[in-house]
Nanobody, 120 residues
Framework: QLRLVESGGGLVQTGGSLKLSCATSGDTLDGKTMGWVRQPPGERREGVVCIPRVGGAWYYAPYVEGRFTIARTGKDTFMLQMNSLRPEDTAEYSC??????????????WGQGTQVSVSS
């Protein structure tokens, strides 16, 4: 079973940048849809970005488009680059994966989450 571990969260000022990394093990990342999900304080979990398993549209939530970038960085790793951060980006961020073909917000494998806090 695929296991995921995030790293790179922390505290940053408005306008700053952070890079989150997701390291996987236990199974191959090949052939998996992979993405990042976040949960702001007191709110529901929401999808942020996603790379589909097969060809098709990558997903970027409207509120991060142009500021956040997802990329696979190695055989077992992928990352989330976050620029121009805003206080409303404060959330727990989790990397996730599934065997679903497209980015439909359904994941079967989850990391434990890493906190990102943006001060105003």
């Amino acid at each position: 079973q695929l296991r995921l571990v995030e790293s790179g969260g922390g505290l940053v000022q408005t306008g700053g940048s952070l890079k989150l990394s997701c390291a996987t093990s236990g199974d191959t990342l090949d052939g998996k849809t992979m993405g990042w999900v976040r949960q702001p304080p007191g709110e529901r979990r929401e999808g942020v970005v996603c790379i589909p398993r097969v060809g098709g549209a990558w997903y970027y939530a409207p509120y991060v488009e142009g500021r956040f970038t997802i990329a696979r960085t190695g055989k077992d790793t992928f990352m989330l680059q976050m620029n121009s951060l805003r206080p409303e980006d404060t959330a727990e961020y989790s990397c996730a994966a599934s065997e679903r073909d497209a980015c439909i917000g359904i994941y079967y494998y989850w990391g434990q989450g890493t906190q990102v806090s943006v001060s105003s």
